[in-house]
Protein backbone atom coordinates (compact mmCIF):
# COMPACT_ATOMS: atom_id res chain seq x y z
CA UNK A 1 0.00 0.00 0.00
CA UNK A 2 1.65 3.22 -0.87
CA UNK A 3 2.40 5.41 2.04
CA UNK A 4 -0.09 8.81 2.67
CA UNK A 5 1.18 11.78 0.32
CA UNK A 6 1.10 13.91 3.35
CA UNK A 7 2.02 11.16 6.42
CA UNK A 8 5.38 11.79 5.72
CA UNK A 9 7.97 13.98 7.69
CA UNK A 10 10.72 15.71 5.58
CA UNK A 11 12.54 18.90 4.67
CA UNK A 12 10.18 21.24 3.30
CA UNK A 13 10.92 22.68 -0.27
CA UNK A 14 8.70 25.82 -2.20
CA UNK A 15 6.18 23.98 -4.39
CA UNK A 16 4.59 26.71 -6.93
CA UNK A 17 1.08 25.97 -8.38
CA UNK A 18 0.69 27.10 -12.11
CA UNK A 19 -3.02 26.64 -13.57
CA UNK A 20 -2.25 25.58 -17.48
CA UNK A 21 -3.29 23.69 -19.31
CA UNK A 22 18.70 12.09 -25.26
CA UNK A 23 38.54 2.42 -20.20
CA UNK A 24 40.43 3.83 -18.56
CA UNK A 25 40.28 4.74 -14.89
CA UNK A 26 36.91 6.34 -14.42
CA UNK A 27 37.53 10.39 -13.62
CA UNK A 28 36.62 11.62 -10.26
CA UNK A 29 32.65 12.62 -9.48
CA UNK A 30 31.83 16.22 -9.05
CA UNK A 31 30.02 16.30 -6.06
CA UNK A 32 28.60 19.70 -7.05
CA UNK A 33 26.85 18.27 -10.02
CA UNK A 34 24.96 15.20 -8.22
CA UNK A 35 23.61 17.17 -5.29
CA UNK A 36 20.21 18.75 -5.91
CA UNK A 37 19.46 22.39 -5.50
CA UNK A 38 16.19 24.10 -4.46
CA UNK A 39 13.73 23.12 -6.69
CA UNK A 40 11.17 25.12 -8.55
CA UNK A 41 8.26 22.72 -8.64
CA UNK A 42 5.84 23.28 -11.07
CA UNK A 43 2.24 21.44 -10.58
CA UNK A 44 -0.25 22.10 -13.04
CA UNK A 45 -3.85 21.94 -11.72
CA UNK A 46 -2.70 20.11 -8.45
CA UNK A 47 -6.09 19.68 -6.43
CA UNK A 48 -5.46 22.52 -3.45
CA UNK A 49 -1.94 21.53 -2.10
CA UNK A 50 -0.79 23.08 1.15
CA UNK A 51 1.69 25.57 0.23
CA UNK A 52 4.53 23.80 0.73
CA UNK A 53 5.41 19.80 0.03
CA UNK A 54 8.37 18.12 -0.12
CA UNK A 55 9.38 16.82 -3.63
CA UNK A 56 8.43 13.44 -2.76
CA UNK A 57 5.16 14.66 -1.96
CA UNK A 58 4.77 17.22 -4.83
CA UNK A 59 5.28 14.40 -7.45
CA UNK A 60 2.35 11.89 -5.85
CA UNK A 61 0.25 15.05 -5.40
CA UNK A 62 0.20 14.49 -9.24
CA UNK A 63 0.94 11.00 -10.00
CA UNK A 64 -1.48 9.42 -6.99
CA UNK A 65 0.78 6.92 -6.36
CA UNK A 66 4.35 5.69 -5.40
CA UNK A 67 6.82 6.69 -8.05
CA UNK A 68 10.14 6.18 -9.36
CA UNK A 69 12.03 8.17 -12.23
CA UNK A 70 16.17 7.50 -13.73
CA UNK A 71 17.78 8.99 -16.04
CA UNK A 72 21.14 9.95 -16.98
CA UNK A 73 23.35 12.97 -16.03
CA UNK A 74 26.57 14.31 -17.92
CA UNK A 75 29.17 15.55 -15.49
CA UNK A 76 31.00 16.48 -19.06
CA UNK A 77 30.34 19.78 -20.94
CA UNK A 78 26.27 19.09 -20.89
CA UNK A 79 26.00 18.47 -24.50
CA UNK A 80 25.41 14.83 -24.52
CA UNK A 81 21.87 14.17 -24.78
CA UNK A 82 22.23 10.23 -25.60
CA UNK A 83 25.11 8.97 -23.29
CA UNK A 84 27.76 8.88 -26.04
CA UNK A 85 30.51 10.12 -23.58
CA UNK A 86 32.33 8.62 -20.57
CA UNK A 87 30.79 10.75 -18.42
CA UNK A 88 27.75 9.60 -17.41
CA UNK A 89 25.33 8.42 -14.39
CA UNK A 90 22.71 7.08 -13.53
CA UNK A 91 20.27 8.97 -11.66
CA UNK A 92 17.47 7.98 -9.74
CA UNK A 93 14.76 9.42 -7.64
CA UNK A 94 11.96 7.93 -5.58
CA UNK A 95 8.91 9.16 -3.79
CA UNK A 96 8.89 6.61 -1.09
CA UNK A 97 12.22 7.43 0.62
CA UNK A 98 13.79 10.46 1.37
CA UNK A 99 17.09 10.46 -0.55
CA UNK A 100 15.77 12.77 -3.25
CA UNK A 101 17.89 12.78 -6.13
CA UNK A 102 20.45 10.08 -6.05
CA UNK A 103 23.27 8.04 -8.24
CA UNK A 104 21.89 4.22 -9.26
CA UNK A 105 25.51 3.80 -10.78
CA UNK A 106 27.87 6.25 -9.25
CA UNK A 107 31.24 5.49 -11.42
CA UNK A 108 30.82 7.63 -14.54
CA UNK A 109 31.09 5.28 -17.96
CA UNK A 110 28.99 5.13 -21.63
CA UNK A 111 25.56 4.83 -20.44
CA UNK A 112 22.03 5.19 -21.58
CA UNK A 113 18.45 4.58 -22.19
CA UNK A 114 18.34 3.85 -18.68
CA UNK A 115 14.70 1.50 -18.14
CA UNK A 116 12.59 0.67 -15.18
CA UNK A 117 11.81 -2.90 -14.82
CA UNK A 118 8.22 -3.51 -15.03
CA UNK A 119 8.06 -4.11 -10.62
CA UNK A 120 9.63 -1.35 -10.44
CA UNK A 121 12.72 -2.48 -8.45
CA UNK A 122 15.53 -2.45 -11.18
CA UNK A 123 16.73 -0.28 -14.03
CA UNK A 124 17.83 -1.87 -17.45
CA UNK A 125 20.54 0.01 -18.95
CA UNK A 126 22.77 0.55 -21.69
CA UNK A 127 26.64 0.25 -21.19
CA UNK A 128 27.97 1.61 -24.57
CA UNK A 129 31.59 1.33 -24.10
CA UNK A 130 30.95 -2.48 -23.77
CA UNK A 131 27.89 -2.72 -25.95
CA UNK A 132 26.59 -4.23 -23.34
CA UNK A 133 22.15 -4.59 -21.68
CA UNK A 134 22.95 -4.41 -18.14
CA UNK A 135 20.99 -4.74 -14.79
CA UNK A 136 21.13 -3.10 -11.07
CA UNK A 137 18.91 -2.78 -8.65
CA UNK A 138 17.23 -0.06 -7.88
CA UNK A 139 19.54 0.45 -4.78
CA UNK A 140 22.61 -0.15 -6.65
CA UNK A 141 23.03 -3.22 -5.89
CA UNK A 142 23.92 -6.35 -8.04
CA UNK A 143 25.02 -4.56 -10.94
CA UNK A 144 25.81 -6.81 -13.51
CA UNK A 145 25.72 -7.22 -17.46
CA UNK A 146 22.92 -9.40 -19.09
CA UNK A 147 24.22 -9.98 -22.74
CA UNK A 148 25.44 -7.80 -25.65
CA UNK A 149 22.91 -5.60 -27.50
CA UNK A 150 20.63 -2.60 -26.98
CA UNK A 151 18.16 -2.38 -24.73
CA UNK A 152 14.51 -1.54 -26.47
CA UNK A 153 12.21 -2.43 -23.88
CA UNK A 154 11.25 -4.15 -20.87
CA UNK A 155 7.96 -6.00 -20.50
CA UNK A 156 5.93 -8.31 -17.78
CA UNK A 157 4.27 -11.55 -18.98
CA UNK A 158 0.34 -10.28 -17.62
CA UNK A 159 -0.15 -14.04 -17.54
CA UNK A 160 3.34 -15.52 -15.92
CA UNK A 161 4.38 -12.37 -14.12
CA UNK A 162 7.97 -13.23 -15.87
CA UNK A 163 9.61 -9.85 -16.47
CA UNK A 164 11.36 -9.45 -20.03
CA UNK A 165 14.05 -7.50 -22.05
CA UNK A 166 13.84 -6.65 -25.49
CA UNK A 167 17.15 -6.31 -27.37
CA UNK A 168 18.16 -4.92 -31.01
CA UNK A 169 20.85 -6.80 -32.51
CA UNK A 170 22.46 -6.43 -35.81
CA UNK A 171 22.81 -2.83 -35.36
CA UNK A 172 23.19 -1.31 -39.16
CA UNK A 173 25.74 1.92 -38.42
CA UNK A 174 22.32 4.41 -39.32
CA UNK A 175 22.11 7.70 -37.57
CA UNK A 176 20.34 7.13 -35.56
CA UNK A 177 21.56 3.69 -34.91
CA UNK A 178 19.14 0.51 -35.88
CA UNK A 179 18.41 -2.70 -35.29
CA UNK A 180 17.83 -5.57 -37.62
CA UNK A 181 16.63 -8.45 -34.87
CA UNK A 182 14.96 -7.91 -31.74
CA UNK A 183 14.87 -10.91 -29.20
CA UNK A 184 13.16 -10.89 -25.94
CA UNK A 185 15.27 -12.59 -22.85
CA UNK A 186 14.29 -13.28 -19.43
CA UNK A 187 15.84 -11.21 -17.18
CA UNK A 188 16.71 -13.19 -14.16
CA UNK A 189 17.43 -15.96 -17.06
CA UNK A 190 19.10 -14.65 -20.00
CA UNK A 191 19.56 -17.28 -21.89
CA UNK A 192 16.18 -17.70 -22.30
CA UNK A 193 15.72 -15.63 -25.79
CA UNK A 194 12.94 -15.39 -28.35
CA UNK A 195 13.38 -13.98 -31.94
CA UNK A 196 10.32 -11.21 -32.00
CA UNK A 197 11.34 -9.17 -34.94
CA UNK A 198 13.60 -9.14 -38.10
CA UNK A 199 11.61 -7.82 -40.79
CA UNK A 200 13.12 -4.61 -40.89
CA UNK A 201 15.43 -2.28 -39.22
CA UNK A 202 14.01 -0.62 -35.68
CA UNK A 203 15.61 2.08 -34.10
CA UNK A 204 16.84 1.95 -31.18
CA UNK A 205 15.12 4.87 -28.95
CA UNK A 206 11.73 4.76 -29.89
CA UNK A 207 10.23 1.00 -28.74
CA UNK A 208 7.07 0.44 -26.87
CA UNK A 209 5.06 -2.32 -26.02
CA UNK A 210 1.51 -2.97 -25.11
CA UNK A 211 -0.29 -4.76 -22.01
CA UNK A 212 -0.01 -7.88 -23.92
CA UNK A 213 3.31 -7.63 -26.23
CA UNK A 214 1.63 -8.36 -29.45
CA UNK A 215 1.97 -4.90 -30.67
CA UNK A 216 4.78 -2.74 -30.53
CA UNK A 217 5.82 1.37 -31.48
CA UNK A 218 8.36 1.66 -33.14
CA UNK A 219 10.45 3.63 -35.85
CA UNK A 220 11.10 1.10 -38.69
CA UNK A 221 13.18 2.96 -39.23
CA UNK A 222 13.81 7.03 -38.92
CA UNK A 223 11.66 8.85 -39.52
CA UNK A 224 9.28 6.22 -40.35
CA UNK A 225 6.42 5.87 -37.21
CA UNK A 226 4.07 3.00 -36.98
CA UNK A 227 2.87 -0.29 -34.93
CA UNK A 228 4.23 -4.10 -35.71
CA UNK A 229 2.61 -6.83 -34.71
CA UNK A 230 4.75 -9.12 -32.78
CA UNK A 231 6.41 -11.78 -33.73
CA UNK A 232 7.11 -10.99 -37.06
CA UNK A 233 3.81 -9.38 -37.74
CA UNK A 234 2.27 -6.84 -40.21
CA UNK A 235 4.27 -3.52 -40.29
CA UNK A 236 1.72 -0.58 -40.51
CA UNK A 237 3.14 2.83 -41.05
CA UNK A 238 1.24 5.83 -39.36
CA UNK A 239 3.67 9.09 -39.99
CA UNK A 240 6.94 10.76 -39.83
CA UNK A 241 8.79 11.93 -36.92
CA UNK A 242 10.69 10.80 -33.82
CA UNK A 243 10.51 9.29 -30.38
CA UNK A 244 7.84 6.79 -31.13
CA UNK A 245 5.86 5.53 -27.95
CA UNK A 246 2.86 3.17 -27.42
CA UNK A 247 0.71 3.54 -24.25
CA UNK A 248 0.98 0.59 -22.08
CA UNK A 249 -2.23 -0.67 -21.37
CA UNK A 250 -4.60 -2.23 -23.59
CA UNK A 251 -5.92 0.95 -25.87
CA UNK A 252 -3.45 0.72 -28.40
CA UNK A 253 -2.62 4.91 -28.29
CA UNK A 254 0.57 5.73 -30.48
CA UNK A 255 2.21 8.74 -30.34
CA UNK A 256 5.37 10.43 -32.79
CA UNK A 257 6.74 13.70 -32.10
CA UNK A 258 7.41 16.15 -34.58
CA UNK A 259 10.10 18.25 -36.15
CA UNK A 260 9.53 21.45 -34.10
CA UNK A 261 10.01 19.04 -30.92
CA UNK A 262 6.95 20.99 -29.30
CA UNK A 263 4.49 18.09 -29.92
CA UNK A 264 3.35 14.81 -29.90
CA UNK A 265 1.13 12.99 -32.77
CA UNK A 266 -1.34 10.74 -31.08
CA UNK A 267 -2.70 8.21 -33.06
CA UNK A 268 -5.70 5.81 -32.18
CA UNK A 269 -4.43 2.49 -33.68
CA UNK A 270 -7.53 0.96 -33.24
CA UNK A 271 -10.30 2.94 -34.72
CA UNK A 272 -11.55 2.14 -37.71
CA UNK A 273 -11.10 4.90 -39.66
CA UNK A 274 -7.49 7.44 -39.59
CA UNK A 275 -8.27 8.95 -36.02
CA UNK A 276 -4.84 10.94 -34.50
CA UNK A 277 -4.25 14.75 -32.60
CA UNK A 278 -1.78 16.70 -32.13
CA UNK A 279 -0.93 17.20 -27.79
CA UNK A 280 1.60 19.94 -27.51
CA UNK A 281 4.17 19.17 -24.43
CA UNK A 282 6.49 22.35 -24.33
CA UNK A 283 4.30 24.43 -22.56
CA UNK A 284 4.96 22.85 -19.41
CA UNK A 285 5.61 25.35 -16.62
CA UNK A 286 9.46 26.24 -16.91
CA UNK A 287 10.13 25.38 -20.32
CA UNK A 288 9.06 28.81 -21.38
CA UNK A 289 8.45 27.39 -25.26
CA UNK A 290 11.56 26.04 -25.91
CA UNK A 291 12.24 22.60 -27.56
CA UNK A 292 11.68 19.34 -25.35
CA UNK A 293 13.35 15.68 -25.88
CA UNK A 294 13.33 12.06 -24.55
CA UNK A 295 9.50 11.95 -24.32
CA UNK A 296 8.15 8.74 -23.16
CA UNK A 297 5.39 7.37 -21.96
CA UNK A 298 5.64 5.57 -18.55
CA UNK A 299 4.48 2.29 -17.51
CA UNK A 300 1.07 4.28 -16.87
CA UNK A 301 -1.02 5.27 -19.73
CA UNK A 302 -2.07 8.69 -18.04
CA UNK A 303 1.85 9.56 -17.44
CA UNK A 304 4.87 10.83 -19.63
CA UNK A 305 8.36 11.35 -19.11
CA UNK A 306 10.54 14.45 -20.97
CA UNK A 307 13.43 16.44 -20.44
CA UNK A 308 14.08 20.32 -21.16
CA UNK A 309 13.83 22.84 -22.09
CA UNK A 310 16.69 23.14 -24.48
CA UNK A 311 17.39 26.80 -24.92
CA UNK A 312 21.42 27.31 -24.92
CA UNK A 313 22.41 25.57 -28.06
CA UNK A 314 22.76 28.08 -31.20
CA UNK A 315 19.63 28.32 -33.64
CA UNK A 316 20.66 25.67 -35.68
CA UNK A 317 20.51 23.27 -33.61
CA UNK A 318 19.52 23.95 -29.82
CA UNK A 319 18.73 20.16 -29.04
CA UNK A 320 22.52 19.31 -29.74
CA UNK A 321 23.35 22.06 -27.31
CA UNK A 322 21.72 20.21 -24.37
CA UNK A 323 22.71 22.77 -21.14
CA UNK A 324 22.99 22.96 -17.67
CA UNK A 325 19.17 23.74 -16.57
CA UNK A 326 17.71 20.42 -19.07
CA UNK A 327 15.40 18.71 -15.85
CA UNK A 328 12.85 16.04 -16.41
CA UNK A 329 9.76 16.77 -16.39
CA UNK A 330 6.10 14.43 -15.52
CA UNK A 331 3.04 15.30 -17.20
CA UNK A 332 -0.61 13.72 -16.67
CA UNK A 333 -2.56 13.40 -19.69
CA UNK A 334 -6.28 13.91 -19.34
CA UNK A 335 -8.66 11.01 -19.30
CA UNK A 336 -9.25 10.96 -22.82
CA UNK A 337 -5.30 11.72 -23.96
CA UNK A 338 -6.27 15.29 -26.11
CA UNK A 339 -4.16 17.49 -23.95
CA UNK A 340 -1.33 17.35 -20.95
CA UNK A 341 -3.65 18.40 -17.75
CA UNK A 342 -0.74 18.73 -15.14
CA UNK A 343 3.44 18.78 -15.16
CA UNK A 344 5.76 18.93 -12.27
CA UNK A 345 9.68 19.37 -12.87
CA UNK A 346 10.69 16.56 -10.95
CA UNK A 347 14.75 17.15 -10.96
CA UNK A 348 16.47 20.34 -10.00
CA UNK A 349 20.39 21.04 -10.39
CA UNK A 350 23.27 22.12 -11.88
CA UNK A 351 23.36 19.49 -13.98
CA UNK A 352 21.68 18.20 -17.15
CA UNK A 353 19.94 15.40 -16.65
CA UNK A 354 18.67 13.23 -20.22
CA UNK A 355 16.98 9.91 -21.37
CA UNK A 356 14.46 9.99 -18.98
CA UNK A 357 11.70 6.56 -17.41
CA UNK A 358 9.29 6.78 -14.79
CA UNK A 359 7.79 4.07 -13.01
CA UNK A 360 4.23 4.69 -11.64
CA UNK A 361 2.38 2.37 -9.18
CA UNK A 362 0.10 0.46 -11.62
CA UNK A 363 -2.58 0.84 -8.69
CA UNK A 364 -1.84 4.61 -8.01
CA UNK A 365 -4.93 6.77 -7.32
CA UNK A 366 -4.58 9.27 -10.12
CA UNK A 367 -6.26 12.58 -9.23
CA UNK A 368 -9.82 13.37 -10.72
CA UNK A 369 -9.56 16.35 -13.63
CA UNK A 370 -11.78 19.40 -12.46
CA UNK A 371 -13.60 21.52 -15.08
CA UNK A 372 -10.86 24.35 -14.26
CA UNK A 373 -8.43 22.27 -15.07
CA UNK A 374 -10.09 21.36 -18.78
CA UNK A 375 -10.66 25.40 -19.18
CA UNK A 376 -7.43 26.11 -18.35
CA UNK A 377 -5.74 23.55 -20.48
CA UNK A 378 -7.94 24.23 -23.59
CA UNK A 379 -7.59 28.00 -23.78
CA UNK A 380 -7.31 28.74 -27.57
CA UNK A 381 -4.34 30.59 -28.75
CA UNK A 382 -5.03 33.56 -31.43
CA UNK A 383 -7.35 32.37 -34.21
CA UNK A 384 -5.65 31.81 -37.43
CA UNK A 385 -7.31 32.17 -41.04
CA UNK A 386 -8.77 29.15 -42.86
CA UNK A 387 -7.78 30.65 -46.28
CA UNK A 388 -4.08 31.83 -47.24
CA UNK A 389 -3.05 35.49 -46.50
CA UNK A 390 -0.30 37.00 -48.57
CA UNK A 391 1.82 39.81 -46.64
CA UNK A 392 4.99 42.03 -47.83
CA UNK A 393 7.13 41.39 -44.64
CA UNK A 394 11.02 42.18 -43.33
CA UNK A 395 12.98 40.05 -41.59
CA UNK A 396 13.86 41.64 -38.25
CA UNK A 397 17.30 40.13 -37.52
CA UNK A 398 19.87 37.79 -38.70
CA UNK A 399 19.71 33.96 -37.73
CA UNK A 400 22.36 31.62 -38.15
CA UNK A 401 21.82 29.50 -41.17
CA UNK A 402 21.36 25.74 -40.16
CA UNK A 403 23.92 23.53 -42.94
CA UNK A 404 22.71 19.61 -44.04
CA UNK A 405 24.80 18.62 -41.25
CA UNK A 406 23.77 20.71 -38.46
CA UNK A 407 20.06 18.97 -38.90
CA UNK A 408 21.52 15.71 -39.81
CA UNK A 409 20.00 12.68 -39.49
CA UNK A 410 16.81 14.75 -40.86
CA UNK A 411 17.44 15.65 -44.87
CA UNK A 412 14.55 17.93 -44.91
CA UNK A 413 14.25 21.09 -42.68
CA UNK A 414 12.45 24.83 -42.66
CA UNK A 415 13.73 28.13 -40.91
CA UNK A 416 11.72 30.15 -38.67
CA UNK A 417 12.56 34.10 -39.14
CA UNK A 418 10.78 37.02 -37.25
CA UNK A 419 9.14 39.38 -39.50
CA UNK A 420 7.93 43.23 -39.53
CA UNK A 421 4.23 43.32 -41.16
CA UNK A 422 4.33 46.26 -43.75
CA UNK A 423 1.93 45.59 -45.66
CA UNK A 424 -1.27 42.83 -45.77
CA UNK A 425 -1.53 42.15 -49.48
CA UNK A 426 -4.10 39.91 -49.07
CA UNK A 427 -6.50 38.23 -46.14
CA UNK A 428 -6.26 39.70 -42.55
CA UNK A 429 -3.60 39.71 -39.97
CA UNK A 430 -3.44 41.92 -37.17
CA UNK A 431 -0.33 41.95 -35.48
CA UNK A 432 2.93 44.06 -36.24
CA UNK A 433 4.92 41.02 -36.20
CA UNK A 434 4.85 37.52 -37.39
CA UNK A 435 6.64 33.93 -37.46
CA UNK A 436 6.98 31.91 -40.89
CA UNK A 437 8.77 28.82 -41.72
CA UNK A 438 10.06 28.31 -45.18
CA UNK A 439 12.75 25.83 -47.05
CA UNK A 440 15.76 25.74 -46.81
CA UNK A 441 17.12 22.25 -46.88
CA UNK A 442 15.65 19.79 -49.19
CA UNK A 443 17.25 16.36 -49.68
CA UNK A 444 19.99 16.79 -47.57
CA UNK A 445 20.74 20.21 -49.85
CA UNK A 446 21.25 24.03 -49.17
CA UNK A 447 19.01 25.88 -51.21
CA UNK A 448 19.82 28.83 -52.97
CA UNK A 449 16.88 30.45 -51.79
CA UNK A 450 17.43 30.10 -47.97
CA UNK A 451 19.26 33.10 -47.04
CA UNK A 452 17.04 35.72 -45.79
CA UNK A 453 19.82 38.44 -43.81
CA UNK A 454 18.33 41.33 -41.94
CA UNK A 455 16.46 43.60 -43.61
CA UNK A 456 15.63 41.22 -46.52
CA UNK A 457 11.72 42.34 -47.51
CA UNK A 458 9.68 39.48 -49.45
CA UNK A 459 6.58 38.91 -50.13
CA UNK A 460 5.09 35.72 -49.09
CA UNK A 461 1.81 33.82 -49.57
CA UNK A 462 1.17 31.99 -46.29
CA UNK A 463 -0.79 29.39 -44.56
CA UNK A 464 -1.31 28.14 -40.75
CA UNK A 465 1.56 25.73 -40.05
CA UNK A 466 -0.73 23.62 -38.11
CA UNK A 467 -2.53 22.94 -41.52
CA UNK A 468 -0.03 21.28 -42.93
CA UNK A 469 0.61 17.79 -41.38
CA UNK A 470 2.62 16.41 -43.78
CA UNK A 471 5.11 18.48 -41.91
CA UNK A 472 5.08 16.60 -38.74
CA UNK A 473 8.52 15.03 -39.31
CA UNK A 474 10.38 17.30 -40.86
CA UNK A 475 13.21 19.35 -38.92
CA UNK A 476 12.12 23.30 -37.71
CA UNK A 477 14.67 25.58 -36.46
CA UNK A 478 13.43 28.15 -34.50
CA UNK A 479 15.30 30.62 -32.95
CA UNK A 480 12.87 33.44 -31.75
CA UNK A 481 11.19 33.63 -28.05
CA UNK A 482 8.06 35.07 -29.53
CA UNK A 483 5.76 31.76 -28.50
CA UNK A 484 3.01 34.34 -28.42
CA UNK A 485 2.90 34.33 -31.83
CA UNK A 486 0.94 31.89 -33.96
CA UNK A 487 3.38 30.30 -36.52
CA UNK A 488 2.89 30.20 -40.45
CA UNK A 489 4.30 28.48 -42.99
CA UNK A 490 5.14 30.08 -46.96
CA UNK A 491 3.90 28.34 -49.07
CA UNK A 492 5.67 27.62 -52.66
CA UNK A 493 3.61 29.21 -55.71
CA UNK A 494 0.54 26.79 -57.40
CA UNK A 495 0.63 24.78 -53.46
Given at each position: ???????????????????????????????????????????????????????????????????????????????????????????????????????????????????????????????????????????????????????????????????????????????????????????????????????????????????????AGALARWPDAGVL???????????????????????????????????????????????????????????????????????????????????????????????????VHVGRFSPDHTRV?????????????????????????????????????????PALPVSPIVVDAR?????????????????????????????????????????????????????????????????????????????????????????????????????
Open positions: MTTSVLGRRRQLMPFIVCLTACSGSAPEVDRARTTPVAARVAVVAAPRPPAQLTQQDAVEALTGGRTRAVWIRDLGDGTDILGFGDQMLVMGFDTGDDLGERAIVDSPGTYAKPLITPRGDRVVYMDRRENSVRVVDWDGARDHRLLDGFPLAVWIDPDTGVEWVYVGTDAKGTDPESYGEIHRHQIDHPEIAELVWDRRAVSGDSFQLSRDGRLELPNGEWRPLGDGCWTALAGDDSHLFWFFDGQHRNLTIVDTDAREDRRWTVNINGAPGIDGFEVYHPRWSNHPRFLVMTGPYAVGGGDNKIRGGGHGVEEAWIQVTANDAPDFYPDVWIDPNADVPASTPRDAVAARTPGVTADVPLPTPRDIAPYRNGLLVLEYEVLDVVDGRYDETTLLAAHWIIRNATLLDTAARPAGTVVRMTLEPYAAHPELEGERLVMDSDRFDLPLYYEIAPGS
